[in-house]
């Protein structure tokens, strides 16, 4: 450091000494930014002169002018230029402005940056500051709130598993992938590969013509992340955060006496026996023995959890040279008892310049290694055998042998379990070569791999039954498991820029050809019968043993380039085209042709509009188009035939194969083009506006529709069948309060968007798709023409069916008591027998919407939407002096939510579950008919009709993230050599409003039909930022 | 040019059917049909469990006849089936394109148009008239019309005269399993009788017969148990399992869900059916054999019931096919955990014990393998298809349908199934004497079958062959559970799930809407 600094000091010396000998007044002086931050290499420039220096690391500087009159010029990059008049001061304290009229900051775009001015696309950047003193584990939580038109859902608090799903612009295929190409560094990777620490900026780029540079993979957006780059001198970092998190909502169930009265109550309801003796019922409530329990499930398996995490990051340079380099730990425990992740992550940036700058090398070296523990089933499986858990079963019965229910606790307490190992490595090296000026030739090779092991082991154990049980005990084997996944990712990009200027005439080019390949594989081993509970495979018995592999191969090639055209910033015109070819479709399918095209207006450029530095104004209009070949499937143009089709004869096993997926060799891209309209405005230099309208069609939509099963194969082929349309308008707007070092600052920055999503049309044949890609979505979502993507397709209903809707006997004679009753539905009451066994007052009350005076099949309708219209977001920062509080809320509106399955709906699937304490208490009966809750049954039949009882508001805002924080004073801290010095308090996910149904987060993914996932959490953290 | 090839990628872990070059392809892909056969491994016992047999409430909608076209259960059989066809077409439609011997081709062909007609005669018991497809169809080839009922009986029965030529009498025992000539003429005389071709049932039965290979086992209960497969002489077709393979999808849940689970629950219906020893209904008032009081040794803690085997007095002196059949209120269900084969180690059943699933008070017995000794879902108990007593039963039926029988030969099938050793049960002519009416011998001849085939999967099909569903397809009988306790019983016979046959559903079940949603040619 010490040496850098002289260095410089030298030079600008030496080079001024001559001119300055004949006057000099010594001036000294110290820059720093209003938060009295000492700003580093500041330019100090005497006004008409050539004699300038720099500020040092503290912000210090020293010079010598000619004369007392002589100005002083302060430059620093994003800073507002100060001219300053000496007069008689020898010391000068110069507090430098954030220049916030300049609109020309650096943008990140595609294969490069461009200076904001001349953006034509909507492209978000985001700031990532926060990130150091929030505790999220997942980048993408850091976009939540912060962007117009940017969907977020957090899908789960678990452990070690951080995909939020990521939705720009609604959605615009059908069963594939939906998630926007994200790019780290200029190469696609995902939020897992990255710390939020680590991270310069994220931009989204939302419009078509921004993203169509990426062609074939950006239908659904695009998000650019650049990683922290270094920094002149040399610079450490740690970063702490201690948390505690808990549950958002959990359900809160009966106990187990209600849910013995209840239950005989729902069979009764439904014509059939009682369950449970008054015996039975006295004996759970007085709790005397412990095989009549009375369990919380959730409080049985839910816990408060702790997380740390540590960050250090070490960089620096200078003009030939810099480095960075960060390593990252974090250790958390789920809420989920018994699970929990540990990660170590890591990250180099070298660069080097040589030959006058001529060539650029860098190299990035970046990975991590994440431990996660399961308890002996996945945490999914769990959460759903949670709510099929009644409050009438023990975990551990007397003999000291689990439930079925309570099995995992017990074998995690014996040595059993899932353990995760993810690790990935990426190596990454370019060369920029720059021959002559205005000529850039980079080339980027890139290597991935990814690799995740899975071990699975099962000690050997007696479950016992219950009285709840229809499980009895039983003895379950041991069984060791051990899965390896593997992606290599190989990617080669070859880019050249050329850039022209002249008088206001500005064009830049950019060619490139890009290469990408990925390899999968996954084998999985398996043993059962181990005689020892170690995972070693060979304690098992070998002839149960199993191996299995599968393997993919996937590439593309692409060709693409790029024009800009300014003319005094005034009016900008880009253009750019990409070629993809894609190893996923057949011959004469494989390639796809991407162009975009953009322009735009900067209104406050032109001459009639000069001197205004009131009103600032860019109109932006922007049409392009972009594909999708994101399939889950590597090979759409061969019949599958699965070789593991095993069968036995004469008590060998012997291989056997079977066609399991038919070809589609006609599969090709789906394409989406997007036109945007759209305007950046800013007031008084205060009020930033910025709206975006735009229209996005997708065509040739990829999904997997029903087959005929009679073609022998159940798994659904591929096929580009439909059109869908999102449509709507993102509007960001901005206030920043006036600088003020003593007093209080703020800023707010917020967002709107509004999405209408419709699937337009789905081929000539079709007029709906099922989505059926897991058993609880089945006959729950449905893409039907006219409505939106994956809507609720199920019964309506009007309300319930009351006493007055029915006849009994003796003409409907009412001294007779209700349960002696034959309910018959009056005439005029349409007949739902057909689809519900003997409807009685406070069922549901299912409307004929075809009209034929009988409910079948045919009544079911579209009855609600999946996809929120519209999603709204905050981010207030506070300054006061050295306190700072930010508050980042987020929300949706127009949200709705199908949620039925155990708990939900009362003893599904023939006493699965429980019931709800909003449920009893709310229930129909003939006491209480008064309520918009349905008597309880126990019945199948009803369990599997869906309609829009099951419906619920999803809307809801969320105080997502609240930070309190406070810096040290410089000057307090230079004594102990410290730069910097933060400590904070900060909670996510503080509170949340919404009508939802109780116990269950409305922040989900659509496809979570039923009420079993892991719930979101909340957190409350301490934690410090220490420099050095 | 260089990036049409860095784009080339051939699929790494699987085959294309149009890639078979040896003999092992065509062979594993038979293989692959048996799989796809067995590819609901609830087939064919879980039909028992719809109609007056058993109740199990995850069959609930097919048990109370409300099921639809988009019930679980009805696109489940379709599928199985449709996808043994396919794998079925696969096999012959490249069969010819490859070398081998001519006796395997001959095997490999001939298994192929087995299973194809097991595949169709199941589609056209339960749907009738199917779309028929005979070769390995494409997407482009997705619609396709329904084929009448007659087309595709009489593509079955070719399917099935081609088997029986090709087909071998025997193989080694380490090819045991694989369809035979004999499984071929049993499946044969099944369709014919089901689609009331008597003469021609006759015929195919004395086929079997004439092949000298099958007869009847002595040990009833031994036929459906794994430790008798490599010696069972009765069994003409069944699906293989294997124990401990649940990881090849291998194994089956019989004994899981028949003894660990409540759920799948025996009626009293079936319970009533089995005789008294002396040959009499125990609903006959002459039946002086059948005594409903209580032995109050059956109680806990029921050594004697342990040790000697004892039943409460009410079923006592039944047909020993009840025993191997069903689980009897107290009295034993399973052994305690290794105790296999232990009389200390036995469990007793006592329904108060399993109310909050089982509401019958009946357990099923048949296809438990206690040898898995507590281990869920790893059976290797082999499912019958077509045994023996079936081509005797079915021989006697077909005979008295005619209607000019011979009495004395009729009776000497029926009385074979009755007398095997471990059976006895009363000759025909001794409970009912002779010169019996053509009526009569075929109420004895249906409660023969009643018995002896009980959770084999064949019940849907007599009911519907007999036209008899508003007789049998009514409430859901069983004994009280909460009664029935450890130190007290009393037999307190009541519905436990009601229902009404409505004729106009017929036997016959809708074709599955994913299908018509699809498939434009058929309405």
Redesign the interface.
């Known amino acids: 450091i010490i040496i850098f600094h002289f260095h410089v000091y030298s030079k600008t010396i030496n080079s001024k000494i001559e001119v300055l000998r004949s006057q000099q007044i010594e001036i000294k002086g110290k820059i720093t930014d209003v938060k009295g931050n000492a700003i580093f290499g500041a330019s100090i420039l005497e006004k008409g002169t050539n004699n300038a220096t720099l500020s040092n690391i503290n912000g210090e500087f020293e010079i010598k002018i000619k004369d007392k009159n002589s100005v002083l010029i302060i430059n620093f990059l994003g800073f507002e230029q100060q001219n300053i008049k000496i007069l008689e001061k020898k010391y000068i304290e110069i507090i430098l402005i954030e220049d916030t009229t300049q609109l020309d900051e650096i943008v990140v775009v595609g294969y490069g940056s461009k200076k904001k001015t001349e953006v034509t696309g909507a492209i978000t950047t985001v700031s990532t500051k926060d990130a150091k003193d929030r505790a999220v584990s997942d980048a993408a939580q850091l976009l939540q709130g912060k962007v117009s038109g940017v969907n977020i859902v957090q899908n789960s608090g678990q452990p070690g598993n951080t995909n939020s799903s990521i939705r720009i612009r609604g959605v615009s295929s059908i069963d594939n992938n939906n998630d926007p190409l994200i790019i780290i560094d200029g190469v696609p990777g995902d939020f897992n590969d990255i710390n939020p620490n680590d991270i310069k900026s994220l931009s989204v780029l939302k419009d078509a013509a921004s993203a169509s540079i990426y062609g074939s993979r950006a239908s659904a957006g695009v998000i650019i992340i650049e990683t922290k780059n270094s920094s002149k001198g040399l610079n450490l970092d740690y970063n702490f955060l201690y948390t505690i998190t808990q549950p958002t909502r959990l359900p809160n169930m009966v106990n187990s006496w209600e849910h013995a009265q209840l239950r005989n109550e729902a069979r009764q309801n439904v ?3 009682e ?1 449970y ?1 008054d015996f039975d019922i006295k004996e759970f409530e007085y709790g005397l023995n412990r095989n009549r329990p009375n369990t919380d499930w959730y409080d049985t398996y839910f816990q408060t959890a702790a997380l740390s995490s540590h960050y250090l990051n070490l960089r620096g340079g200078d003009k030939k040279y810099n480095f960075s380099s960060s390593l990252t730990y974090l250790d958390q425990e789920g809420v989920l008892k018994g699970t929990n992740t540990d990660k170590l992550s890591f990250r180099t940036r070298l660069n080097g310049k040589f030959w006058d700058d001529k060539i650029i090398f860098n190299l990035n070296i970046y990975g991590d290694e994440a431990n996660t523990h399961e308890l002996s089933s996945s945490t999914s499986t769990i959460l759903s055998q949670l709510a099929s858990n009644t409050p009438t079963t023990f975990v551990i019965s007397d003999n000291g042998a689990p439930s079925f229910a309570g099995r995992h606790l017990y074998i995690e307490d014996i040595g059993g379990g899932i353990d995760n190992q993810r690790t990935s490595l990426r190596l990454q090296g370019s060369v920029t070569i720059k021959p002559i000026k205005n000529i850039k030739a980079k080339l980027l090779y890139s290597k991935n791999r990814f690799e995740l092991d899975y071990q699975r082991l099962l000690p050997e154990f ?1 479950t016992a039954g219950s ?11 041991s069984s060791l498991t051990k899965d390896w996944y593997q992606t290599n990712t190989n990617q080669l990009t070859a880019t050249v820029d050329y850039n022209y200027k002249n008088k206001g005439h500005r064009a830049s080019f950019l060619f490139g050809y890009e ?1 990408l ?1 990925r390899d999968f594989t996954y084998d999985r081993a ?1 043993v ?2 181990l005689s020892n509970n170690l995972p070693i495979f060979d304690f098992g ?1 070998p ?2 043993s ?1 191996l299995t ?9 692409s060709q693409f380039g790029r024009i800009n055209y300014s003319y005094k910033y005034r009016y900008i015109f880009n253009f750019s085209m990409r070629r993809d ?3 996923r479709f057949a011959d004469g399918q ?1 390639y796809g042709v991407f162009p975009s095209a953009s322009l735009g207006w900067v209104v406050d450029k032109e001459k009639f509009m000069k001197n205004t530095d009131v009103f600032k104004l860019k109109l932006r209009a922007s049409w392009g188009r972009l594909g999708n070949q994101n399939i889950y499937t ?2 759409a143009a ?22 399991t997926v ?3 060799p006609d599969t090709t891209w789906e394409t989406t083009e997007q036109t945007d309209i759209g305007f950046d405005m800013k007031l008084y230099g205060k009020v930033t506006i910025n709206f975006d309208y735009y229209r996005k069609t997708t065509s040739d939509i990829l999904a997997r ?10 798994t659904l ?1 591929y ?1 580009n069948i439909g059109n869908m349309l999102n449509e709507g308008f993102d509007l960001d707007i901005g206030y920043k309060s006036k600088p003020n070092p003593d007093g209080l600052e703020f800023t707010i920055n917020s967002n709107i968007s509004y999405l209408h999503n419709e699937v337009t049309s789905l081929g000539n ?1 079709l007029d709906f798709v099922d989505h059926a890609s897991t058993n609880s979505e089945f ?1 729950v979502l449905r893409s039907q023409v006219g409505s939106s993507f994956a809507s609720f397709f199920g019964y309506k209903t009007d309300g319930l069916l009351q006493i007055s809707d029915f006849t009994w006997q003796n003409n409907s004679d009412l001294s007779i008591p209700h349960e002696q009753r034959n309910y018959l539905l009056k005439s005029g009451i349409t007949d739902q027998s ?2 519900m ?1 003997n409807p009685a007052p406070g069922d549901i009350k299912l409307v004929d919407t075809n009209g034929d005076n009988i409910i ?2 045919d009544d079911k309708t579209i009855i609600g939407r999946s996809i929120p219209k519209i999603n709204y977001g905050f981010n207030i920062n506070f300054a006061y002096k050295n306190w700072s509080l930010r508050l980042i809320g987020q929300g949706v509106a127009g949200a709705q939510a199908y949620v039925n399955g155990p708990g939900v709906g009362p003893f599904w699937n ?2 699965n579950g429980s019931v709800s304490r909003e449920l009893a208490t709310n229930r129909w009966t003939f006491e209480n008919q008064n309520t918009s809750f349905a008597r309880l049954y126990e ?3 009803r369990d ?1 009709l869906v309609s829009d009882y099951n419906i619920y508001d999803a809307d809801y805002f969320r105080m997502k993230n609240v930070t309190l924080s406070y810096s040290f004073n410089q000057q307090l801290l230079e004594k102990f050599r410290i730069k910097k010095l933060n400590v904070f308090a900060t909670a996510e996910n503080l509170f949340t409003i919404t009508n939802f149904l109780d116990g269950y987060d409305p922040e989900r993914d659509y496809r979570n039909t039923r009420g079993n996932f892991h719930p979101q959490i909340a957190t409350m953290s301490l934690g410090f930022n220490l420099s050095f | 040019c260089n ?2 090839k ?4 051939e ?8 890639n078979f070059t040896v003999e092992k ?1 065509i062979e ?9 056969y ?1 590819s609901d491994r609830e087939e064919p016992i879980k039909t028992d469990f719809i109609v007056d047999n058993g109740y199990y ?2 069959y ?2 097919m048990w ?1 006849r ?1 099921y ?3 019930t679980f259960f009805i ?1 489940q059989k ?2 199985r089936n ?6 079925a ?2 096999v012959l439609f490249y069969i010819d394109d490859i070398e081998m011997s001519e006796e395997k081709y001959n095997q490999f062909k001939g298994e192929a148009h087995f299973l194809r007609a097991l595949a169709y005669f199941d589609l056209l018991e339960f749907y009738g008239a ?2 028929l ?1 005979t070769k ?4 482009a080839e ?3 019309p329904l084929s009448s009922e007659d087309e595709i009986l009489t593509f079955i029965l070719n399917d099935l005269e081609v088997a029986s030529t090709l087909l071998p009498v025997e ?8 369809a035979t000539k004999g499984a071929a003429f049993a499946i044969k005389a099944r369709v014919y009788l089901y689609n009331k071709q008597f003469q021609n049932a006759i015929d195919n039965c004395q086929k079997v017969k004439d092949l000298g290979i099958y007869t009847l086992m002595d040990d009833f209960a031994g036929i459906f148990l794994p430790e008798n ?2 010696t069972n002489t009765e069994v003409i077709f069944d699906l ?3 124990t ?2 649940a ?4 194994s089956n849940f019989w004994y ?1 869900r028949f ?5 799948y629950q025996i009626l009293q219906n079936l319970e009533e059916q089995f005789y008294s020893t002396n040959g009499l209904s125990i609903n006959d008032p002459t039946n002086t054999l059948y005594d409903t009081s209580i032995n109050s040794d059956i109680y806990s803690p029921s050594t004697k019931v342990k040790n000697e085997n004892l039943y409460d007095n009410r079923f006592t002196n039944r047909d020993p096919r009840m025993y191997a059949t069903i689980v009897v209120p107290y009295s034993f269900f399973r052994y305690k ?1 290794d105790g296999v084969g232990n009389n200390a180690d036995k469990e007793i059943y006592y329904p108060s014990s ?4 089982n ?1 019958s008070s009946f357990k099923a017995r048949k296809y438990v393998d206690h040898s898995n ?4 879902n ?1 059976s290797g108990a082999n499912p019958v298809i077509i045994r023996y007593a079936d081509i005797l039963l079915m021989e006697a039926e077909a005979l008295v349908e005619m209607g000019s029988f011979n009495e004395n030969y009729v009776v000497s099938l029926i009385n074979q199934v009755r007398q095997r050793p471990s059976v006895m049960m009363p000759k025909v002519e001794d409970v009912e004497g002779t010169g019996l009416t053509q009526n009569r011998l075929r109420e004895i001849i249906r409660h023969e079958r009643r018995v002896e085939f009980a959770l084999e999967g064949l019940r849907f099909h007599d009911i519907k062959r007999w036209d008899i569903g508003n007789q049998v397809l009514t409430d859901a009988k069983g004994y ?1 559970p ?1 009664r029935l306790q450890t130190r007290s019983a009393t037999y307190e016979l ?1 519905s ?3 229902r009404t046959f409505n004729p106009s559903l017929g036997y016959k079940w809708p074709i ?4 018509t ?4 040619l058929i309405e």
């Open positions: 014509g059939l026996p369950i003796s007696e009285i709840d049980n229809s499980f009895e005990g039983s003895l379950q084997l290469r390949e398996f059962n019968n018995d002839s149960t199993f592999s599968r393997a993919t191969s996937n590439a593309t090639v070819g894609s190893s494989k590597a090979y061969s019949d599958q035939l699965s070789v593991t089709e095993f069968y036995s004869f004469g008590g060998n096993i012997v291989p056997g194969s079977g066609t038919l070809a589609n529709i029903t087959i005929p099963s009679s073609l022998g194969v159940t082929p096929q044949d006959g057909s689809v066994s079948t099949s023939v006493g019945d199948k039949v599997a | 990036d049409d860095f784009l080339n990628r699929p790494i872990d699987f085959l294309s059917p149009d392809d594993y892909a038979v293989n692959g049909t048996y799989k796809a067995i409430v995850g609930q909608e109370k409300i639809n076209n988009e696109e379709w599928a449709y996808r043994t066809i396919l794998r077409n696969t199917v779309p497809r390995p169809e494409s997407l997705k619609d396709k193989y080694d025992m380490s090819e045991r399993g694989r497969e490599a293989q399992y294997e401990d393979q990881v090849r999808n291998l899981t003894v660990f689970w409540g759920g955990r399993f109310r909050t699933a509401f000794n507590w281990v869920q790893i009280r909460s009541y436990l799930e009601t599955p809407r994913t299908e949603d699809s498939n434009e």
